[in-house]
T-cell receptor, first 114, second 114 residues
Framework: TQLLEQSPQFLSIQEGENLTVYCNSSSVFSSLQWYRQEPGEGPVLLVTVVTGGEVKKLKRLTFQFGDARKDSSLHITAAQPGDTGLYLCAGERVGETSGSRLTFGEGTQLTVNP | KAGVTQTPRYLIKTRGQQVTLSCSPISGHRSVSWYQQTPGQGLQFLFEYFSETQRNKGNFPGRFSGRQFSNSRSEMNVSTLELGDSALYLC?????????????FGPGTRLTVL
């Protein structure tokens, strides 16, 4: 069982549409990070959310951290073909041993068709 | 600032062989973490090194090992390779000592075991 459940797993939409990707867990996270990964490359950090209820915006991307710090969402407005990629949520669980150890969701493969 | 670098980018080995992968973190970053990414399992945490000491370890067999040098560069070794070890191996570095430990990934080493 994945500690971080991402949905949907696959998403294929037309340019200009809006979409939301969800990242849920029964565990509490001290922080949650969203990454985007392109084929053959490493994940690129998009944003980190730390405070419950926090909302962060990055151009057309809006990230939200749940009040209880157990879930997060990524909303993309007016998607463009350049948004195509694998979106990953990852977090550090509260109570985890010290140091860096990210738990990853399975990822959402987004395809934006022109 | 240069990003995380990993060498080699691609490797082909046969079952039973061993392999060593290298990672150079971002300058000033003292923590290096290693992850294995496969289509079926997603990103799985291998281990983390900080100040030349392994600080965290994931659920991988002892065939997977690593080390960190005084300049924070890290290597991971996989002995007695199995077909299932074929994966993208990612290294990530972080500063440590901050309230939130953001991790920055390298491009990965694609290992194919035949």
């Amino acid at each position: 069982t994945q500690l971080l459940e991402q949905s949907p797993q696959f998403l294929s939409i037309q340019e200009g549409e809006n979409l939301t990707v969800y990242c849920n867990s029964s565990s509490v996270f001290s922080s949650l990070q969203w990454y985007r990964q392109e084929p053959g490359e490493g994940p690129v950090l998009l944003v980190t959310v730390v405070t419950g209820g926090e909302v962060k915006k990055l151009k057309r991307l809006t990230f939200q951290f749940g009040d209880a710090r157990k879930d997060s969402s990524l909303h993309i407005t007016a998607a463009q073909p350049g948004d195509t990629g694998l979106y990953l949520c990852a977090g550090e669980r509260v109570g985890e041993t010290s140091g860096s150890r990210l738990t990853f969701g399975e990822g959402t493969q987004l395809t934006v068709n022109p | 600032k240069a990003g995380v670098t990993q060498t080699p980018r691609y490797l082909i080995k046969t079952r039973g062989q061993q392999v060593t992968l290298s990672c150079s973190p971002i300058s000033g970053h003292r923590s290096v973490s290693w992850y294995q990414q496969t289509p079926g399992q997603g990103l799985q945490f291998l281990f983390e090194y900080f100040s030349e000491t392994q600080r965290n370890k994931g659920n991988f067999p002892g065939r997977f090992s690593g080390r960190q040098f005084s300049n924070s560069r890290s290597e991971m070794n996989v002995s007695t390779l199995e077909l299932g070890d074929s994966a993208l191996y990612l290294c990530a570095s972080s500063v440590q000592g901050l309230a939130v430990n953001e991790q920055f990934f390298g491009p990965g080493t694609r290992l194919t075991v035949l």
